[in-house]
């Protein structure tokens, strides 16, 4: 079992920066990969990025690509999502994910923080 603890969201004014934090604990924690998705009330999902845990190669959705960047501290068992140029229509709730080795699909959730951009 792995558990994820998200932190840092909150309440920013649009052009505004925010850092969301996940921390995973867990006796069998082995990542392929960590991700970062948000969740908007009514909507799908959406996959925001992803990092690879042992290389660090990171991946994003168009949508967030060059506003938001993906790092980890493998070390802490800690990844984190840096939020820049933040919009009114990034208000949602954001969750990272847990890919184990092998695995097509993200195994384990956070239970999500909320953040707010107001205009």
């Known amino acids: 079992q792995v558990q994820l603890v998200e932190s840092g969201g909150g309440l920013v004014q649009a052009g505004g920066s925010l850092r969301l934090s996940c921390a995973a604990s867990?006796?069998?924690?082995?990542?392929?990969?960590m991700g970062w998705f948000r969740q908007v009330p009514g909507k799908e999902r959406e996959f925001l990025g992803s990092?690879?845990?042992?290389?660090?190669?990171?991946y994003y959705a168009s949508s967030v690509k060059g506003r938001f960047t993906i790092f980890r501290e493998a070390a802490k068992r800690t990844v984190y999502l840096q939020m820049n140029s933040l919009k009114p229509e990034d208000t949602a709730v954001y969750y990272c994910a847990y890919r184990g080795i092998g695995d097509s699909q993200y195994d384990y959730w956070g239970q999500g923080t909320q953040v707010t951009v107001s205009s």
């Open positions: 990092i690879t845990w042992s290389v660090g190669t990171t």
């Open positions: 867990g006796r069998t924690f082995s990542p392929a990969a």
